[in-house]
T-cell receptor
Framework: GDSVTQMEGPVTLSEEAFLTINCTYT??????LFWYVQYPGEGLQLLLKATKADDKGSNKGFEATYRKETTSFHLEKGSVQVSDSAVYFCALSDPNQAGTALIFGKGTTLSVSS | NAGVTQTPKFQVLKTGQSMTLQCAQDMNHEYMSWYRQDPGMGLRLIHY???????DQGEVPNGYNVSRSTTEDFPLRLLSAAPSQTSVYFC????????????FGQGTRLTVV
C-alpha cells in the first residue's frame, strides 16, 4: 500500500540555519503531497502542498518540490526561526479517489534555538 | 470561524469505561475522519466518513465505533477503554474536492489507567 517515510528526528538547529527534512513516498499512480505542521499543544495545519510532478509548494519561507523521479518531497527553509519549532508531517493522498484519507509519515520534530 | 471543534481536550478513563469523543465542524465538509497520534507512529486513521449515514474503517478501527447522523458531527465512541487506547485523538474534515486541505481539531488527550 501507499506509504510515507520521513527522516527521523529530532532536528536541532540554531536560528538562521538552513533546514531540510527529507520525505519519500511509495504510491501507485500519482498522489498529491502535503506538509503539515503541528505547533505545541495544537492540531495539524497545512503548511504547503503539491499536486503534480515538478510542482513547488511554498508558504512562510518553506518550500518543497514534487519529484516524481525520486519519489520525494523534501521540505526546505533557508533561514529558520525559533517560532518554526514544531513537528512536521509529510503526507499523501490519492487525488483520484474523492475523500481519500491522508497517509502520514511519522513526523519530524524541529527545535530551533536562539 | 470555529472550524473543527473537539471535546473534551483531556480525559482520564479507567479500564473498561466507555466514553464518546465529540467532533463538530461548521464548514459543511462531506469528509470527516478520526486519527490517533502515538509517539514514533505518526497519525493513523481510525474511521472515516464521506457523508451523513456513511462510515468506514481505517487502519486501526478495533475498539472504536463511529456514526454520522449529520454533516456537522462525527463522534468517536470507545466501548470499553483499554490502556492501549491511551493516545492523542484528532478529528479532521475536508471537502470531497480533489487535493483540498484537511482541517484538524486541536485534539483530545486520552489516558486510560
Amino acid at each position: 500500500g501507499d506509504s510515507v517515510t520521513q527522516m527521523e528526528g529530532p532536528v536541532t538547529l540554531s536560528e538562521e540555519a538552513f533546514l531540510t527534512i527529507n520525505c519519500t513516498y511509495t504510491a501507485t499512480g500519482y498522489p498529491s503531497l502535503f506538509w503539515y505542521v503541528q505547533y505545541p499543544g495544537e492540531g495539524l495545519q497545512l503548511l504547503l502542498k503539491a499536486t503534480k510532478a515538478d510542482d513547488k509548494g511554498s508558504n512562510k519561507g518553506f518550500e518543497a518540490t514534487y519529484r516524481k523521479e525520486t519519489t520525494s518531497f523534501h521540505l526546505e527553509k533557508g533561514s529558520v526561526q525559533v517560532s518554526d519549532s514544531a513537528v512536521y508531517f509529510c503526507a499523501l493522498s490519492d487525488p483520484n479517489q474523492a475523500g481519500t484519507a491522508l497517509i502520514f509519515g511519522k513526523g519530524t520534530t524541529l527545535s530551533v534555538s536562539s | 470561524n470555529a472550524g473543527v471543534t473537539q471535546t473534551p481536550k483531556f480525559q482520564v478513563l479507567k479500564t473498561g469505561q466507555s466514553m464518546t469523543l465529540q467532533c463538530a465542524q461548521d464548514m459543511n465538509h462531506e469528509y470527516m475522519s478520526w486519527y490517533r497520534q502515538d509517539p514514533g507512529m505518526g497519525l493513523r486513521l481510525i474511521h472515516y466518513s464521506v457523508g451523513a449515514g456513511i462510515t468506514d474503517q481505517g487502519e486501526v478501527p478495533n475498539g472504536y465505533n463511529v456514526s454520522r447522523s449529520t454533516t456537522e458531527d462525527f463522534p468517536l465512541r470507545l466501548l470499553s477503554a483499554a490502556p492501549s487506547q491511551t493516545s492523542v485523538y484528532f478529528c479532521a474534515s475536508s471537502s470531497l474536492l480533489r487535493n483540498t486541505e484537511a482541517f484538524f481539531g486541536q485534539g483530545t488527550r486520552l489516558t486510560v489507567v
